[in-house]
C-alpha cells in the first residue's frame, strides 16, 4: 500500500505545479487589500473602498447575529422542570416593526454606497488625455490609441496562451483614458483584473450607447498587467489573452515616437 502511494503524490505534486504554471496571469491576492489584487486607476480605490465597507458591514452584522444566537441558546433554553411554553410575541408591532427596518435600513446603505460609487466609476470627463478603442474579436484584440488628435496604428493580437505575448496595449502613468468597446461578433468581456472592473463588449450597440465607454485615471504604478476576455465567447476564449503596460511619461513619448512613423 505504501509503495502506491508514492506515484500519487508524485502526479499531485505535478498536476500542482502545471497548474500554478498555467496560472501565471492571476495577481496575487492580497489579504491588506481583502484578497483584492492591488490597482492601478484612480478608480480602483473607490471599488476597494465599497469592497472593504462591504466586508465591514457583513462581518458587524455576523457578529451580532452569532452574539444573539450563542445569548439565546445559553439564556432562553427551555427548562425541563417547566413544560409550559414561553412567553410569546407573535403580533408584538414594535418587535415586527423592528424585523422590517433594520434590514431595510440596511439595504438601503448598500444600496445607497453602491448607486453613487457606480455613478462615479462610469462617470466620463468628456477631455481624456488619451482615447483607446478597444476591439474585441474571436478571439483576440484591436487596441487603437488616438492622443492629440492622432490616431497611431492599431495594435492587433491572435489567441496566445501567455499574456505576455498577447496584444500590448502602453498606457502612460498618471493619466485619465478613455475606452470605447466594440465588438463585430459575440459578447466578450474586456478584463484587466489590476482595474478591479471589468466591461461586456456588447455587438450592436449605438454609438452613443454610454455602455460603450468607460475611463480610467492611471496611477503611478509602472509595469505590466495581465488582461483576459471574461466573457465565454467560443473555443479560443481562454486564449484571449492581452497586457497593459503601465509607463512612465517620458517612455511613453518615446513608444508614441516609434509609433509615429505608421500614425495615420
Ligand atoms: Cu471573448
Not at 109 to 125: C, E, K, N
Not at 128 to 135: I, R
Request: glycine share 6%.
Amino acid at each position: 500500500m505504501a509503495r502506491r502511494r508514492v506515484p500519487r503524490a508524485a502526479a499531485l505534486a505535478l498536476l500542482l505545479a502545471s497548474a500554478t504554471a498555467c496560472a501565471n496571469d492571476v495577481p496575487k491576492a492580497d489579504w491588506s487589500k481583502g484578497l483584492l489584487p492591488e490597482h492601478i486607476t484612480s478608480q480602483g480605490d473607490i471599488v476597494q473602498n465599497l469592497w472593504n465597507g462591504a466586508w465591514v458591514a457583513a462581518l458587524a452584522t455576523g457578529a451580532v447575529v452569532i452574539v444573539l444566537i450563542i445569548w439565546a441558546c445559553l439564556f432562553h433554553v427551555k427548562r425541563k422542570a417547566k413544560a409550559e411554553l414561553p412567553p410569546q410575541v407573535r403580533y408584538n408591532l414594535p418587535i415586527e416593526m423592528l424585523y422590517t427596518l433594520i434590514p431595510l435600513v440596511m439595504v438601503s446603505v448598500f444600496f445607497f454606497f453602491t448607486a453613487r460609487d457606480s455613478r462615479d466609476l462610469q462617470a466620463l470627463s468628456g477631455h481624456p488625455d488619451v482615447k483607446v478603442k478597444v476591439e474585441a474579436f474571436q478571439w483576440s484584440w484591436r487596441f487603437t490609441t488616438t492622443l492629440n488628435g492622432k490616431t497611431l496604428k492599431p495594435v492587433v493580437g491572435q489567441p496566445v496562451s501567455d499574456y505576455k505575448s498577447g496584444p500590448q496595449l502602453v498606457l502612460p502613468v498618471g493619466k485619465t483614458v478613455e475606452f470605447e468597446l466594440e465588438s463585430p461578433d459575440v459578447i466578450h468581456s474586456f478584463w484587466v483584473p489590476a482595474f478591479l472592473f471589468k466591461r461586456d463588449v456588447i455587438p450592436g450597440l449605438p454609438k452613443d450607447n454610454k455602455g460603450r465607454f468607460f475611463e480610467i485615471k492611471t496611477l503611478d504604478k509602472p509595469g505590466v498587467y495581465a488582461g483576459r476576455c471574461a466573457e465565454l465567447c467560443g473555443v479560443d476564449h481562454s486564449r484571449m489573452l492581452f497586457s497593459v503596460k503601465l509607463v512612465k511619461q517620458a517612455e511613453y513619448d518615446q513608444y508614441i515616437a516609434t509609433q509615429a512613423g505608421s500614425a495615420q
